[in-house]
């Protein structure tokens, strides 16, 4: 029976030799059995201390459980069975800058929940009013509440420039004087015509119709005008027609809006709302 090649321990014959070699032969079966040995296990340059139930459970109900409390990355992770008994091999969370460098790096659950969702970041949902933590399963979330807008200077369409901060900002559901460009109004208008008429220029004394006026003659020297004697006479008079006619209104007054600061409906622009959470740790 020839020397079988060997290779691999999956190479080696089980049988072989079969007895009838001859004793020259057997030094030769001894090197193929140590060759195989070693190409099967080349880096096995110290004691292998795995059980066997641990090398049968590398590929049997393994999950990564983090090797240590820590929450900062790279975490270690280790593969171990549902029984707890750890197999070998270790799994590392990359830090963002060790996954901008290796692109196609394997990555866990972990590493893309601080690439998609870092603390910081937003979420939004058209439909779900529930925290992030509890449908995404990681993070301390903070709910955003109000109008959201984009952190440095805007500039109008005039020209005027308005700054938004980080953060909450305090601000004014109702426009005050120092938003409205400053004019000035001035109203003008006509009165209804009254058609033709005439004015009495009023007379005082008892008896006098305020419409006429009295030119008092000589027979009317030294009287009061009080006096209603008939010793004295005169002209009475009426003012000139005008005509029909109407007079100009200037001065009048411009009240703007009914309500007080916190009365009736807020002043916003048409929006669209959303669920905001921001990722807060």
Request: a negative charge.
């Amino acid at each position: 029976m020839p020397v079988e090649a060997g290779g691999y321990i999956s190479d080696l014959q089980e049988d072989w030799p079969l007895g009838t070699d001859p004793e020259s032969d057997g030094d030769d079966h001894i090197r193929v059995v140590k060759k195989s040995v070693k190409a099967t296990f080349p880096n096995a340059n110290g004691p292998i201390t795995g059980t066997p139930d641990e090398f049968n459970n590398l590929t049997a109900g393994m999950a990564l459980t983090q090797a240590d409390a820590t929450t900062t990355s790279p975490a270690a992770w280790h593969l171990q069975d549902g029984a707890g008994n750890q197999a070998c091999g270790i799994s590392l969370t990359p830090t963002m800058e060790q996954t901008k460098a290796n692109a196609a790096l394997m990555m866990n659950f972990q590493a893309l929940v601080n690439i998609f969702y870092p603390v910081g970041a937003v979420y939004m949902s058209a439909t779900d009013t529930r925290n992030p933590a509890d449908y995404l399963g990681f993070g301390t979330w903070s709910e955003v509440v109000g109008l959201v807008a984009g952190v440095g200077a805007a500039v109008d369409k005039n020209g005027m420039s308005g700054e938004f901060s980080l953060g909450a900002q305090s601000g004014s559901w109702r426009v005050g004087n120092d938003q409205i460009i400053a004019q000035s109004i001035t109203p003008t208008g006509t009165v209804d015509s009254g058609g033709g008429h005439e004015h009495g220029n009023g007379v005082r004394g008892e008896n006098a119709d305020p419409f006429l006026h009295t030119s008092y003659g000589s027979g009317g020297s030294g009287k009061c005008m009080s006096d209603t004697s008939s010793s004295y006479s005169g002209t009475e008079y009426k003012t000139t027609n005008d005509g029909t006619h109407g007079h100009g209104v200037t001065g009048v007054r411009v009240a703007i809006g009914t309500g007080s600061a916190t009365d009736g409906g807020v002043f916003v622009n048409p929006y669209y709302g959303m669920y905001i959470w921001v990722r807060t740790a």
